[in-house]
Structures are given as structure tokens and as C-alpha cells.
């Protein structure tokens, strides 16, 4: 799944409306900007309007400096320039990004998606791979993030015919869904869907009810129960400009200890999608003036949380296994906070 695509069922969205909504939106809130604006554009890819999809993305690609990853961008704009017609230029793009070698793995699973959508597997499995390469340092766990790009390194080397390789069976091994990935995967599969058979048709109606199953239930749940932190230059901009709230935050080192420990008891008490969010100063000023209150005002601080995780700034806790710590630390949270 794309990172930028809508979750709702297409056939219940207004997606111009929609996209021209998260344009207001994005007006707003500057600092979501970027998050923002990717989901309107994908709502016009799916309205049928690519092009002003492409505009979007130029309009972001334009402020380079401000943006978190570029090199999503650049890969939403490739695979999006392709559907209508602009193969050079979308083309010459994802050339671009193999060459930068993006540490995020969603630009690089885009790219290939993009290459396998138009028949182009060979270079498919090429660019799954030297992601693979570049993402995965022989003998470490593979972080969740990267899960997608060996499942599709699987696909596309299943569908040209290809032996397994040690790549291939970690994607086995990561896979959790009732169907194994080399039934999920299998050429013919695909072939059965043309079938006048109708036993072979229903048993492929069922295997892809369950496939669906699982992936509306991903989609369904509700953004995360959400704990505020902030990194320690905020934290102290912040006491400095609203000394009532010390008595909230006494010091950083004992933020971030109440950061831990109120996750863990909501985790024993049964509560599921707990998620963090880090806030700044003036992005939780301007939310007060829109609440008509005072920044001092202690209360705001939950709501200023539910309001970040509502529009998508959560991190979900505890992190991934191998991961760093949700506190800024270059450690691993096993060793930093979740020790």
C-alpha cells in the first residue's frame, strides 16, 4: 500500500472535495504541510485529475528545505507521471533515486512498484534489491518499515520464476497473514481469476476475502492513544516562556521517565495503539490561541496531544524491536527507555 493513499472505501469519498479540504488544511497547520498535501494529492490520483496531483507534488518539491523526505515525493511524482502518459520523466526520476539511495524504504518500494505495475520486472527486482543492499546490513533484524520491500522483492521474483534466496525466506519468515506469501504470490493465481471453473474461482474469491480481511483490519484502527513529549531545547523554551507549567515538568530527564512509565500502565491496564507525539512550542501556541486559551494552561496539554495524533503525528510505542528510542537518543530503545 502506498504510504499517501486514502483509507476510506473509494466508493464513499468526494476525493476533489476531499483533496481541496486537506489543501485548507494544509494552509492551517504549515508544519503538516507535507503529510497533508501528499494525501490530497493522492486523493486527485484517485479522482482521475494526475495532473494537478503533479502539481502538488511540485509545489512541495519546490520548498525542498522545509520537507521531511523528498525522496517520497520524487517517487509519488514518478509513478503518478507514468500512469498519464510522461514514461521518460518518470523514468529518469526513479533513476535518480537508486542513485541517491534513500534510507527510507518507502521511496525505493514505490519506484519498484511503479517499474512492476508497467511489466518492467527485471528492473522490479533490480531496485528491491539494491534496497535490500542498502537497508538491510547482513545480520540484523530488519525493522518493520522495511517488511514491505522484501515482501515485494518476494512478489516480483515469484513472478518471474526465480529461485528463493536468503532474502526471500526472512520475507517468509516476517510474513504473519493466513496465506503464505508463495500461494500469495503464486503466477497463477492470477491465472485462476480468468477461470471457468467455478470451484477454481470460488477458492480464489475465498483466499482473497481473507487477504482483504486482514488489510481492512490495519486500516481500521484508530490513530493512537497519544502521550506528549518534548525534546529537551522545547521543553525548556517552553517552561522559560510558561513557568507555571514546571510544576507539570520539574525536569527533562523526569519527562521523559513519566513518558515511559504512563505508556507501560496504560499497556498493563489493557489499552491498545498507544502512540507518542512530540510537540514544539510554537506549533502548541497557535493550537491554544485556536482553543481561545493560555499556553499556561495545563489542561490544553492532553488536547494538544489528541490533536497531533488526530492529524497523524503519532509514533507508535513501544518501537519496532532494533529500533531507536522514541526519546531522540541515537541508542536502541531495548537498551535506552525499554530496558
Known amino acids: 500500500m502506498r504510504p499517501d493513499t486514502p483509507a476510506s472505501p473509494a466508493e464513499n469519498v468526494d476525493h476533489t472535495a476531499e483533496a ?25 490520483e484517485l479522482s482521475g485529475d494526475r495532473p494537478a496531483a503533479t502539481t502538488l507534488y511540485d509545489r512541495l518539491l519546490a520548498t525542498t528545505a522545509g520537507l521531511d523526505n523528498p525522496p517520497l515525493i520524487r517517487a509519488l511524482k514518478a509513478s503518478n507521471l507514468w500512469e498519464y502518459g510522461h514514461e521518460a520523466e518518470a523514468r529518469a526520476i526513479i533513476e535518480g533515486i537508486r542513485l541517491a539511495a534513500p534510507r527510507d524504504p518507502a521511496p525505493w518500494l514505490i519506484a519498484a512498484e511503479s517499474l512492476e505495475s508497467h511489466d518492467e520486472l527485471e528492473a522490479a527486482a533490480e531496485t528491491l534489491t539494491e534496497a535490500a543492499r542498502s537497508l538491510l546490513p547482513e545480520g540484523t533484524e530488519p525493522p518493520a518499515p522495511t517488511h514491505p520491500l522484501l515482501y515485494a522483492r518476494h512478489r516480483v521474483r515469484r513472478m518471474l520464476g526465480l529461485p528463493h534466496d536468503d532474502w526471500d525466506t526472512l520475507a517468509d519468515t516476517l510474513h504473519s497473514a493466513p496465506v503464505s506469501l508463495d500461494e500469495l504470490h503464486d503466477p497463477k493465481r492470477v491465472w485462476s481469476l480468468g477461470s471457468d471453473n467455478p470451484a477454481e474461482l470460488a477458492a480464489e474469491i475465498s483466499r482473497l476475502q481473507a487477504e482483504l480481511g486482514a488489510y481492512r483490519e490495519a486500516l481500521s484502527r484508530p490513530f493512537p492513544v497519544a502521550v506528549l513529549h518534548w525534546p529537551a531545547p522545547e521543553l525548556t523554551e517552553l517552561v522559560s516562556a510558561y513557568p507555571t507549567l514546571s510544576s507539570e515538568y520539574p525536569s527533562h530527564p523526569e519527562h521523559l521517565s513519566t513518558i515511559e512509565s504512563s505508556l507501560r500502565e496504560l499497556s498493563s491496564s489493557g489499552t491498545a495503539n498507544l502512540g507518542i507525539v512530540t510537540g514544539t ?59
Open 20 to 44: 481541496a479540504r486537506l489543501e485548507r488544511t494544509a494552509g492551517l497547520y504549515p508544519e503538516d504541510a507535507e503529510a497533508l498535501l501528499l494525501r490530497a494529492a493522492a486523493h486527485l
Open 281 to 339: 512550542v510554537p506549533s502548541y501556541e497557535a493550537f491554544a490561541a485556536s482553543e481561545g486559551s493560555s499556553p499556561d494552561d495545563v489542561t490544553l496539554l492532553p488536547q494538544y496531544a489528541t490533536t497531533l495524533a488526530a492529524r497523524g503525528r503519532a509514533e507508535a510505542w513501544p518501537p519496532e524491536r532494533g529500533a531507536e528510542c522514541w526519546c531522540g537518543s541515537t541508542e536502541g530503545y531495548e537498551a535506552c527507555h525499554g530496558a
